[in-house]
């Protein structure tokens, strides 16, 4: 068997690469655990189980069949607690009943209403100073999020601070958020029923927050908020109005720093981006 000590930098790189893309989050186990001996355990209880209640009838048999060959996947979540629409209600209630971003904090950890939250570790919140009237959003929280329990941890996130402090800004002096505040499993896109789920909490944070001007980071939050279906590279560098129940808040969308990461030839586009979005905040 191949160890990591034999291998090389580049091959171990690629390796780890492969595991985060697949999903993984832990290589190790807290505690050593017999994979092996945990399976005889289930299968003799199975065993056991089955000689009690003796065999099951027919269609029951048939329908745990189906429910075998269709296992949950990140292709193919579980079904959410509730209906979507009643999911959808009751986060508008929890959303706008809270007064405050830490009541809204409290109503988020507490809601039940979406897939997400079961396979995530974290709920991420927002972070940084809503006085400063300026928002940054992401789509998602990714791995490293989803451990801290922070918007953009990891290499995404010390790029970001490098591209918000390129304009005098920090993390601490802006807001940090994203539309979905659970981290989907194996970093796949929500789905529209999940998207619709939390858009009530992103709405609420924007209205509680009140923020003058938006950096909307990627494809996916670019589109929630424009309404459009083009790529961040026709929908970036141009300010829009976006219109949160009562409040508009002027919007620039640029790309996001996992996709500066993928290809850095881009960061001109978002250093363009950056130095528009830091001349419209410099205004009175």
Known sequence: ?????????????????????????????DQPIDRFEEFALQQAAREQVQRVQG??????????????????????????AMPNDQAVAAAQLAAESARSLDELQTALEAFGGCNLKNSARSTVFLSGDPASKIMVIGPMPNADDDRDGIPFSGRQGQLLDRMLAAIGLSREVVVLTNIIPWRPPGNRMPSPAETAICRPFIERQIALAEPDHLLLLGNFTARFFLGETGTIHSLRGQWREVAVNTRTAKALATLHPQELLTAPANKALAWADLLLFSQAIAKP
């Open 55 to 80: 065999p099951a009838p027919a269609g029951q048999a048939e329908r745990k069949s189906r429910t075998a060959s269709a296992p949950s996947s990140p292709l193919n979540p579980p079904p959410v």
């Open 1 to 29: 068997m191949i160890q990591a000590k034999d291998l090389e930098a580049a091959e171990l790189a690629t390796l780890l690469h492969f595991y985060a893309d697949a999903g993984v989050d832990w290589l190790l186990e």
